[in-house]
């Protein structure tokens, strides 16, 4: 099994369907000579040249039309956005083009195109560039709305999202791309819409996604010391969503907690908390809680952003007030 970083991963996912289909190309600010924002790109430009991995200028509005435009064509574009952050000027083309190109067209145009890059909160990057996005677009139909957490999961998702003929909105976390984990080295992809269970418990279940499963984890940890045993459900994906995996998980557990990192306010948490209470509602001793980011947008001071974010600490005393 070897050991990759989360880019890494991302890489290898992308160069590999790059290698078996031509009409796939990736697009995006700095993708080629610069290898990337973050190197997710790293190579590409050498290995395929410039007319598949394509340098753009700061315009993402143009970029995401044009890849929306090449998908009507045939082709199955990849477009990175540096940050998901400035995805914002290109939603028009996303969610009124992208999102409703195969639905509007009867069927005509399937839309193979993937919208990718770096997301998420921290780092001190301040208001503009430090928000988490995953329920603006889960609130679309028309797309799907992918989150990995691993590298393992980075790129089987990919994989599946590349070959997919829908729009899916792939958002990595930027706090993860160093961090390392083992990846099958034989070929593999992930289903879209298929949640895993991350760790096995039976006191209450913690639903998560991308980089709050590491917040998760960490509190499960905590918690083990005191004899709570928590079960956590990795999302993976939004959009489908597994739904069974909740309910098979809070059945067994009778308590759920929502763990994210985005606003509370209509978060997609909210969703989560709804479905088990319609679904599950004769299964469980407690209401679903949520852990989330404060409700103000994102502070650039340290003390104050690290006050603002989710942490395993306030997800462990969230646990323990529902067990209480």
Known sequence: MAILTYREALNRAMVEEMEKD??????????????????VSQGMLDKFGEERVIDTPISENGFAGIGVG????????????????????????IINSAAKMN???????????????????????????????????????????VCPATPKDAYGLLKSSIR?????????????????????????????????????????SIITWSRALGFAEEAAKILEKEGISIEIVDLRSLRPLDEQAIYESVKKTNRALVVEEGWPVAGFGAQVAYLIQK??????????????????????????????????????QAVREILR
């Open 70 to 93: 090449s998908a009507m064509t045939g082709l199955r574009p990849i477009i990175e956005f540096m940050t998901w952050n400035f995805s914002l000027v290109a939603i028009d083309q």
């Open 279 to 316: 679904n599950a509602f004769d299964y469980l001793d407690h209401p679903v809680e949520r852990v989330t980011q404060k409700d103000v947008p994102m502070p650039y001071a340290a003390n104050l952003e690290r006050e603002s974010l989710p942490n395993a600490e306030r997800v462990a």
């Open 164 to 204: 997919d003929n829908n729009p899916t909105i792939f958002i990595e976390s930027e706090v993860l791309y160093g961090t390392k984990g083992e990846v099958p080295e034989q070929e593999y992809t992930i289903p879209l819409g298929l949640a895993d269970i991350k760790r096995k418990g039976t006191d209450l």
């Open 22 to 39: 031509p009409l796939i190309y990736l697009m995006g600010e700095e993708v080629g000579h610069y290898q990337g924002a973050y190197k």
């Open 103 to 145: 639905y509007m067209s009867g069927g005509q145009f399937p839309m193979p195109i993937v919208f990718r890059g770096a997301g998420g909160v921290g780092g001190r990057l301040g208001a503009q560039h430090s928000q988490a996005f995953e329920s603006w677009y889960a609130h679309c139909p028309g797309m799907k709305v």
